[in-house]
């Protein structure tokens, strides 16, 4: 996989179907192969006058989205951020049952910063079933080493700036899009956000949060 232009589609890290039944195959299918294949191709559609920015990571673009030129900046936050929130995503998702659990020093810093595990849980599902309209939800390592939930529109992320209290290093995410989720629970975003905490991959979440502390 290439980390600059012209970018390319990774390849999911397991099979399409290791994620059923919560996430079935044909949805994660179209998610991959049409929606992030075409953030992906759009984003280099965008760049390719730009032989200045060819150089740029994904993690660049998203950084510097407030500085880019006028035309290039909405395409860069809505397929740019399209290509890097769900490459992130599928690494966060694990087949039901091995995911593992939360580390023991990202256990402590959750209760540290929500009270428990089901309270964060609450708390993660609300901002997913409160977010109008299209977006994600993300947990990040905040810069004073605490722990934040918050949502972002669209295809923005926490890279990104100007988010307010979305800036801070994410660890996990969550896609509330309607091709998401819709084939297997149509309009029931609280039932897909609810049975998505069966494919969360933790041992991940644990090593990015880690990564995190380091930076
Ligand atoms: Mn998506």
Not at 36 to 44: G, K, Q, R
Request: charge should be neutral.
């Amino acid at each position: 996989m290439s980390n600059h232009y012209p970018f390319t589609l990774p390849p999911l890290p397991y099979a399409e179907n290791a994620l059923e039944p919560v996430i079935d195959a044909r949805t994660m299918n179209i998610h991959h192969t049409k929606h992030h294949n075409a953030y992906v191709t759009n984003l280099n559609a965008a760049l390719e006058p730009h032989a200045d920015l060819h150089g740029l990571s994904l993690d660049e673009l998203s950084r510097r989205i407030a500085s880019l030129p006028d035309g290039l900046r909405n395409p860069v936050r809505n397929n740019g951020g399209g290509a890097w929130n769900h490459t992130m995503f599928w690494s966060l998702m694990a087949a039901p049952g091995t995911g593992g659990q939360p580390s023991d020093a990202l256990a402590k810093a959750i209760n540290a910063a929500f009270g428990s595990m089901d309270d964060f849980k609450k708390k993660f599902a609300a901002a997913g079933t409160g977010r109008f309209g299209s977006g994600w939800v993300w947990l990040c390592a905040m810069p004073n080493g605490s722990l934040a939930v918050c949502s972002t529109p669209n295809q923005d992320n926490p890279l990104m700036a100007g988010l307010g209290d979305c800036e801070g290093t994410p660890i996990l995410c969550l896609d509330v899009w309607e091709h998401a989720y819709y084939l297997n629970y149509q309009n029931r975003r609280p039932d897909y956000i609810t049975a998505w905490w069966g494919v969360v991959n933790w041992n991940e979440v644990s090593r990015r949060f880690d990564a995190a502390g380091k930076r």
